[in-house]
């Protein structure tokens, strides 16, 4: 846009020189200096021109003082724009025009300066882009700001994720993006139906033991009265099973209490109430049950599986044991559990059956085998070990079972 500006006044000098350049008495085309514009004669004013008749020397105006401007030989009509070095190193658009006055072929080039132009131009040039960068960098922040609000929800629901994974809460809020809210409400309809099928099979489990009990009781008292005999013992033999069956099945309901489905384990909250419902199963001893210390942060394992593994070792452990039963758990890259009693022991030819895989110990060995196969099956859930061999200290039965932690 300059430097259509700055052509325009070009073509307007080039047409004002043709009209201050006349024949002389001699018949020859030559410049009229009343005509020009003073500027040209003023030494690299920033406006020259060169001009020549024909074949004839080029007059140059006397504002190039000792430049020489070089001319083309245009014929009439033709027309020739181009940037060119001039005086003091001045950039300059020079425009060269072949004209044909009083049967004379003319060649006239005019030129200015157009460095002030160009430095406005770089000057321009700098501060938009400035003023671009900058408002490129505020658009930044605020598309910054507007995705970080937008993502800060999504960021909610991936914290309430951990927090169901943890197991301190039971579902995910549903203030989400809209995108994400179907996402979210069928999590937690799967939750809910998750949880009222674990409630449901509690409940059933617990029903179902009660229900046994009444049959049992009256099977229990029709054997009573019959005579004594080999058939007799059988029956009761196989009705005091089903009876220990029914008995273990409803502790296990009692043990496993209430939760959230996948809610992690935490000791030192879960262990007293388990302790005080096992010394209420035992109301006939005056047991003590010590715990060490326990760690104090929920860890990585699912309550429910952590309520029964615990609830049948401490409970086959209190059935035994004379006043004692000690419990210890330690934390590192496994958890530990150690539980203790002062009771009668195994027998050494006992404890290697005890370790085996697939053995119902529960159907070989009475009393400690009370839920040892439930035991094993949380264990070989988690990968873990479970060992069994004499307390030094108390004399009794000793429980070893290490699980890994999930980091």
Same mark, same amino acid.
């Given at each position: 846009?300059?430097?259509?500006?700055?052509?325009?006044?070009? #073509?307007?000098?080039? #047409?004002?020189?043709?009209?201050?350049?006349? @024949?002389?008495?001699?018949?020859?085309?030559?410049?009229?200096?009343?005509?020009?514009?003073? @500027?040209?004669?003023?030494?690299?004013?920033?406006?020259?021109?060169?001009?020549?008749?024909?074949?004839?020397?080029?007059?140059?105006?006397?504002?190039?003082?000792?430049?020489?401007? #070089?001319?083309?030989?245009?014929?009439?009509?033709?027309?020739?724009?181009?940037?060119?070095?001039?005086?003091?190193?001045? +950039?300059?658009?020079?425009?060269?025009?072949?004209?044909?006055? !009083?049967?004379?072929?003319?060649?006239?080039?005019?030129?200015?300066?157009?460095?002030?132009?160009?430095?406005?131009?770089?000057?321009?040039?700098?501060?938009?882009?400035?003023?671009?960068?900058?408002?490129?960098?505020?658009?930044?922040?605020?598309?910054?700001?507007?995705? +970080?609000?937008?993502?800060?929800?999504?960021?909610?629901?991936?914290?309430?994720?951990?927090?169901?994974?943890?197991?301190?809460?039971?579902?995910? +809020?549903?203030?989400? /993006?809209?995108?994400?809210?179907?996402?979210?409400?069928?999590?937690?309809?799967?939750?809910?139906?998750?949880?009222?099928?674990?409630?449901?099979? !509690?409940?059933?489990?617990?029903?179902?033991?009660?229900?046994?009990?009444?049959?049992?009781?009256?099977?229990?008292?029709?054997?009573?009265?019959?005579?004594?005999?080999?058939?007799?013992? +059988?029956?009761?033999?196989?009705?005091?099973?089903?009876?220990?069956?029914?008995? !273990?099945?409803? !502790?296990?309901?009692?043990?496993?209490?209430?939760?959230?489905?996948?809610?992690?384990?935490?000791?030192?909250?879960?262990?007293?109430?388990? =302790?005080?419902?096992?010394?209420?199963?035992?109301?006939?001893?005056?047991?003590?049950?010590?715990?060490?210390?326990?760690?104090?942060?929920?860890?990585?394992?699912?309550?429910?599986?952590?309520?029964?593994?615990?609830?049948?070792?401490?409970?086959?452990?209190?059935?035994?044991?004379?006043?004692?039963?000690?419990?210890?758990?330690?934390?590192?890259?496994?958890?530990?559990?150690?539980?203790?009693?002062?009771? /009668?022991?195994?027998?050494?030819?006992?404890? #290697?059956?005890?370790?085996?895989?697939?053995?119902? =110990?529960?159907?070989?060995?009475?009393?400690?085998?009370?839920?040892?196969?439930?035991?094993?099956?949380?264990?070989?859930?988690?990968?873990?070990?479970?060992?069994?061999?004499?307390?030094?200290?108390?004399?009794?039965?000793? =429980?070893?079972?290490?699980?890994?932690?999930?980091?």
């Amino acid at each position: 846009m300059g430097e259509s500006y700055v052509l325009t006044r070009i #073509e307007h000098d080039a #047409e004002s020189l043709l009209a201050a350049i006349a @024949v002389n008495k001699r018949g020859m085309l030559v410049a009229r200096p009343s005509r020009i514009a003073s @500027v040209y004669r003023q030494p690299r004013s920033g406006h020259y021109y060169v001009f020549a008749v024909g074949d004839g020397p080029p007059v140059t105006s006397r504002s190039l003082w000792d430049f020489q401007l #070089e001319l083309k030989r245009l014929k009439p009509g033709e027309r020739q724009l181009e940037h060119i070095r001039g005086p003091a190193d001045q +950039s300059l658009l020079l425009l060269t025009q072949g004209f044909s006055k !009083r049967g004379q072929d003319l060649v006239i080039a005019v030129a200015e300066d157009i460095s002030p132009m160009e430095a406005d131009i770089t000057r321009y040039q700098l501060w938009s882009g400035l003023a671009l960068f900058a408002l490129l960098g505020l658009l930044l922040i605020l598309q910054h700001r507007l995705v +970080s609000r937008i993502f800060g929800h999504l960021e909610q629901v991936r914290e309430e994720v951990r927090s169901v994974a943890r197991g301190d809460v039971g579902r995910l +809020s549903e203030d989400a /993006p809209s995108e994400v809210v179907p996402l979210v409400r069928e999590v937690n309809r799967l939750l809910e139906l998750l949880g009222k099928r674990m409630e449901r099979s !509690r409940h059933a489990l617990g029903n179902l033991a009660h229900a046994i009990k009444t049959p049992l009781n009256l099977l229990g008292q029709a054997l009573d009265e019959l005579p004594p005999g080999q058939p007799r013992t +059988s029956m009761q033999g196989h009705t005091e099973q089903i009876r220990q069956l029914t008995e !273990r099945e409803l !502790r296990r309901s009692r043990l496993s209490g209430a939760g959230s489905p996948g809610q992690r384990f935490d000791a030192a909250a879960e262990l007293p109430a388990l =302790v005080q419902a096992l010394t209420r199963m035992h109301p006939g001893k005056d047991l003590r049950v010590n715990t060490g210390p326990l760690p104090g942060i929920p860890l990585p394992l699912d309550r429910e599986d952590m309520l029964e593994l615990l609830g049948n070792l401490l409970d086959n452990a209190c059935k035994w044991a004379r006043s004692t039963v000690r419990l210890g758990i330690e934390q590192g890259e496994s958890l530990r559990i150690v539980i203790e009693d002062d009771g /009668p022991g195994v027998d050494d030819a006992l404890l #290697e059956q005890l370790t085996e895989r697939g053995v119902r =110990v529960d159907e070989q060995v009475a009393g400690h085998g009370l839920g040892l196969a439930i035991v094993k099956d949380v264990v070989q859930l988690y990968t873990g070990t479970l060992a069994f061999d004499r307390s030094s200290s108390l004399g009794g039965l000793r =429980v070893v079972v290490n699980l890994p932690l999930a980091e």
